[in-house]
């Protein structure tokens, strides 16, 4: 099969999005207490970037609702979600009724988190660096949970779980 090569722009937007869409990421909920109370954010843009220090990052789009939240939060968590935790991105997605009636803990910092994650990173945030029409948040990790399980998975617009090979 012969690559097909697309230049960037208005015109490819769309495959452009698609053929980021091959590459399978996790899924994430990012949690932060904001002005009104615990706020909760789905996001697959989630990376390591260092070992030492313990540095992760993160993107929210700037467009959604809850933008300000998280740029603005000293203090947050990732979690990152097992595939039976699918009900998640549904209850954190726009207009979905978030923390309201969800049993959730505190960290020290007071940071809401959801038990039960697959991991789980408590993160200060110590940059916010311009990405377009996203901002990366890049977290120094004070403490980590972590569970055995399968992830959630992401790839081409749809959600799944991963099947380890024996």
């Known amino acids: 099969m ?3 090569v697309k230049t960037t722009g208005p015109a490819t937007q769309r495959e452009f999005r698609d053929a980021l869409g091959r590459f399978a990421t996790g899924v994430t909920l990012v949690t932060a207490e904001g002005p009104e109370g615990a ?3 789905v996001a697959n843009s989630f990376a390591s970037v260092s070992l030492d220090p313990p540095l992760v990052l993160w993107s929210p789009a700037r467009r959604s609702a809850r933008f300000d939240i998280f740029v603005s939060a000293p203090r947050y968590a990732i979690h990152v979600l097992g595939v039976e935790q699918f009900a998640l991105i549904a209850r954190f997605a726009r207009g979905g009724p978030g923390f309201d009636g969800l049993a959730h803990e505190r960290t020290p910092e007071g940071v809401p ?5 697959l ?3 408590d993160c200060r945030q110590v940059a916010c660096h311009d990405g377009g029409d996203h901002c990366i948040i890049l977290g120094h990790v004070e403490r ?11 790839s081409q617009g749809a959600y799944g779980g991963f099947v380890h090979g024996g």
């Open 39 to 41: 706020a909760g954010f």
């Open 144 to 154: 980590f949970v972590l569970r055995d399980g399968a992830p959630l998975v992401f």
């Open 2 to 4: 012969k690559d097909i």
């Open 119 to 121: 991991a789980r990173f």
């Open 113 to 117: 988190v959801i038990p039960g994650a």
